[in-house]
């Protein structure tokens, strides 16, 4: 039951928060394109920072050593979805296929999960890192092949292909596997400075 709950106002959270956007716009509180620029600040600089200085935090590869499996097994899914979706197509009508099909492909990944994650687990929770290394390749995927559905002469964005989430995911990674993260300046979180930090300032000071 407390799964159930959690899970509930996770969702509840996010739903609220885009009515009270639609009402906003619908009152002509702010202009229909406000939200078009807090795309790229959630997109391309809130999240990736958030998933870097959790990975930095929490993501440890000594214990966590099938940490790699976890972008394999997105894969898996990724195909499982696409056949999915190719079944699924076949039952939705023509005047709305190609969203019922985008609808079915790309899935929210990222915001309801970690929602859900967070609120049943806290902020600092494993669970988190976990997620952000099952999807680092999810907005890479997304932000090149989505014009497959609705355009026929779109182009590849190769560009995006190095999205910041996957570019802050695999730094975070690298650095945490080399050591190099003992460098980085603490990042404050639920449960202080990042430990690796702080034992290196206390073996320089000695």
Not at 9 to 34: Q, S
Not at 120 to 146: C, E, K, P, Q, W
């Amino acid at each position: 039951m407390n799964v159930l709950i959690s899970s509930f106002e996770a969702v509840a959270m996010l739903l609220f928060i885009g009515v009270i956007g639609a009402w906003m716009i619908t009152r002509k509180m702010v202009k229909e394109n406000f939200f078009s620029l807090l795309s790229p600040l959630a997109l391309e600089i809130a999240l990736p920072a958030l998933i870097f200085t959790n990975i930095i935090n929490n993501f440890n590869p000594h214990i966590k050593t099938n940490w790699w499996v976890l972008p394999l097994w997105w894969g898996f899914f990724m195909i499982i979805a696409f056949l999915v979706t190719l079944l699924g197509v076949v039952f939705a009508g023509k005047e709305n296929k190609r969203e019922f099909g985008i609808s079915l492909f790309y899935q929210n990944g990222i915001f309801f999960p970690l929602a859900i994650i967070t609120g049943m687990f806290g902020r600092n929770s494993d669970y988190i890192v976990d997620l952000f290394l099952f999807i680092i390749f999810h907005a890479s995927l997304f932000f090149t092949t989505s014009f497959l559905f609705f355009s026929k002469k779109g182009k590849i964005k190769w560009k995006k292909i190095f999205h910041p989430v996957f570019i802050a995911t695999v730094l975070a990674v690298v650095l945490k596997l080399t050591g190099y993260n003992v460098y980085i300046p603490s990042f404050q979180s639920g449960n202080g400075r990042c430990d690796e930090y702080s034992s290196f300032n206390d073996n320089t000071r000695r």
